[in-house]
């Protein structure tokens, strides 16, 4: 039982020891002088309000609702560095960003799992479409110059993408933060950022995972990765099945390097400090290569449902040649004229400063091509007038007969 005298006192000694008056708790808590009075006159502190009121403090919830610090050795969950009611007031602040105004959403923060209702779906024939993804080493990037809040739509974005291309229709996804030690701002910030990217692109963030893992992570470190579920009709998969000679492949444009290529990127910060205080097309570098990765959402809902795309691959890590080669089927190949495709500044950049060959560029980068489209050539103006309206869209090959592969002719122009 609680003996709410002792815990006044030690409330009143340990404040005084640290040589702070109630007025200076009251204005670092945010609370009324008169509720530090009362929590040294018998009442105790709210539960909300302890985790901050031990932290201030310098001592740990338990010590404050024992009356006094243990003595010896006694081993704790927070002795090993996770604080259970800290991790807790985490989660009721998640809990604000978790909302859903999706009426398949069963249940919220608290439950072990999460409960999406299909039942409502208008699709036939329903076949799930699952993913999980995380922003690779941009994310390291993000945390050293403040992007913690604009990676969480780089991954949440290229997620989505992953499934958009096969056709399918994002529905909830669910997200896991791994980390040494969890500093509330930047949880805040990750969960914030989740939750915005998931609205924009139409579906829920329904719960997740928090994991606080001290001796596995360094403190300050924080690992990211997120799982999406989607659903699309047997009958409108797109699975690159119906490409056939003579189709057209079109380019839709990213805004930069996505989330692919950081290694390299890093190694040329590293060796070559001085790019950091470069300008490339009137933005400084560090924010030319942390654009968040171009969600394609809008652009492919707005297809009208008699548009059948004959495949589509999103340009991540190894390039056009290595992500279109994924959907083409035996015997046909992609030929892609480069002298077509319309790179960004900072492509030309990074191929500049670090003497990269073109090839290279090409296998690391996605060189101003986010999103590959092969369709059929009567479509071609009716789907680039529909994507045109979000995305730069235009042609830069076709289809045709031959061992499978794409086949690479002409050449970038580097600026």
């Not at 404040?15 to 009362?38: E, N, P, W, Y």
């Not at 800290?86 to 998640?94: A, F, Q, R």
């Not at 390097?257 to 570098?285: A, C, K, W």
Request: charged share 20%.
């Amino acid at each position: 039982m609680l003996d709410n005298t002792k815990i006044a006192r030690f409330i009143a000694a340990k404040r005084k020891h640290l040589g702070l008056t109630q007025a200076d708790i009251a204005q670092q808590l945010k609370v009324s002088f008169q509720a530090v009075s009362k929590w040294e006159n018998g009442t105790l502190p709210n539960v909300e309000i302890l985790a901050q009121l031990a932290k201030l403090l310098g001592t740990s919830v338990d010590a404050i609702l024992a009356g006094q610090e243990k003595t010896g050795e006694a081993f704790s969950y927070r002795k090993a560095g996770v604080d259970i009611a800290y991790t807790d007031e985490l989660k009721k602040e998640m809990a604000l960003y978790l909302g859903s105004e999706d009426e398949r959403v069963l249940n919220g923060l608290g439950p072990f799992a999460s409960l999406y209702d299909i039942s409502t779906l208008d699709v036939e024939d329903p076949v799930l479409v699952l993913k999980s993804e995380e922003p690779g080493s941009k994310q390291k990037l993000a945390m050293v110059y403040g992007y913690s809040q604009s990676i969480c739509h780089d991954m949440i974005n290229h997620l989505v993408n992953d499934i958009l291309v096969m056709g399918a229709r994002p529905l909830a996804v669910l997200d896991t933060i791994v980390c040494g030690n969890a500093e509330k701002e930047t949880i805040r910030a990750f969960i914030k950022g989740i939750s915005e990217s998931c609205r924009e692109n139409g579906c829920s963030l329904v719960g997740g995972e928090t994991s606080i893992q001290p001796e596995v992570v360094e403190k300050g470190t924080y690992i990211l990765t997120a799982s999406i579920a989607g659903i699309v009709s047997r009958q409108r998969i797109i699975d690159g099945s119906a490409i056939r000679e003579g189709d057209v492949v079109l380019a839709v444009a990213s805004n930069g390097l996505h989330t692919n290529g950081y290694t390299l990127v890093r190694l040329l910060m590293e060796r070559m400090p001085h790019i950091l205080s470069d300008q490339i097309d009137g933005q400084p570098f560090i924010q030319q290569i942390m654009k968040p990765h171009t969600p394609y959402f809008k652009a492919l809902q707005a297809l009208p449902r008699d548009i059948r795309v004959h495949g589509m691959a999103h340009i991540t890590g190894g390039g056009i040649a290595g992500n279109l080669i994924r959907i083409l089927p035996q015997g046909l190949q992609a030929g892609i004229d480069l002298d077509r495709v319309e790179t960004l500044p900072i492509f030309s950049y990074l191929k500049h400063i670090g003497d990269i060959e073109e090839r290279e560029m090409l296998a690391t980068f996605n060189c101003g091509v986010g999103l590959v489209l092969v369709v059929g050539r009567d479509q071609v103006e009716q789907i680039v007038g529909c994507v045109g309206r979000y995305h730069a869209v235009y042609p830069i090959g076709e289809i045709r007969r031959g061992e499978r592969a794409v086949d690479f002719s002409g050449h970038i122009h580097w600026s």
